[in-house]
């Protein structure tokens, strides 16, 4: 069973820098690509962004810019550099090592994380 390991939540000021962490026991086949979901209270679930195992990022529209993604295979670990957060970017960040797409409709149907939790507020 893979087991999702991921840290780096916290509170941060608006305008500051916040940097999450995942990590998966065992690596994903394929194109699978590890990446965050995000969740604040009363909104639907949203991508945040996607690593590939190839290399390729995907970010979601409220976040491009602003977010960096990356990836080490080696260590079957993503990361995820949030920089100029926002009060709107207050949520729970949910982890996930096996994102893929099915024509423009992004899944997720298993390998979560627990979550971590990212307050901005001054």
């Known amino acids: 069973q893979v087991q999702i390991e991921e840290s780096g939540g916290g509170l941060v000021q608006p305008g500051g820098s916040l940097t999450l962490s995942c990590t998966a026991s065992?690596?994903?086949?394929?194109?699978?690509?590890m990446g965050w979901y995000r969740q604040a209270p009363g909104k639907q679930r949203e991508l945040v962004a996607v690593?590939?195992?190839?290399?390729?990022?995907f970010y979601g529209e409220s976040v491009e810019g602003r977010f960096t993604i990356s990836r080490d295979n080696s260590k079957n670990t993503v990361y995820l550099q949030m920089n100029n957060l926002k009060p709107e970017d207050t949520a729970v960040y949910y982890c996930?090592?096996?994102?893929?797409?099915?024509?423009?409709?992004?899944?997720?149907?298993?390998?979560w994380g627990q979550g971590s939790r990212v307050t901005v507020s001054a």
């Open positions: 996930n090592a096996d994102i893929y797409r099915v024509g423009a409709k992004w899944f997720a149907v298993d390998h």
């Open positions: 065992e690596s994903t086949f394929g194109i699978n690509g």
């Open positions: 690593a590939t195992r190839g290399g390729d990022l």
